[in-house]
């Protein structure tokens, strides 16, 4: 069963950028990887999706135009560009296939300062 290891994650202040990194025990090629997070007292909500394709991607209102999603299928790992940081991003970060059916990983904690 694949499992996923998210880094990358650290404290930044707001304005700020970061770039999270998953990586998978496994393949990851023929299915859709989704990037999560989980913010203090909040249910985990899926933020941005993308495709085996590697060319197309859905984004949640809250970071569209902010955050970029992207993966490497030869290296089993997708990636998270984060700009423009607000700290209601301030939240453990992690990744998994769509509909969360693997197992979930450690996350990586962002924090983002006023």
């Known amino acids: 069963q694949v499992q996923f290891v998210e880094s990358g994650g650290g404290l930044v202040q707001t304005g700020g950028s970061l770039r999270l990194s998953c990586v998978a025990s496994?393949?990851?090629?023929?299915?859709?990887v989704v990037w999560h997070r989980r913010a203090p007292g909040k249910e985990r909500e899926g933020i941005a999706s993308i495709m085996t394709n590697n060319a197309t991607s859905f984004y949640h209102p809250s970071v569209k135009g902010r955050f970029i999603i992207s993966r490497d299928n030869g290296k089993n790992t997708a990636y998270l560009e984060m700009r423009s940081l607000q700290p209601e991003d301030t939240a453990v970060y992690y990744c998994n296939f769509v509909g969360g059916i693997a197992p979930w990983g450690p996350g990586t904690q962002v924090t983002v300062s006023s």
């Open positions: 496994g393949s990851i090629s023929t299915q859709t």
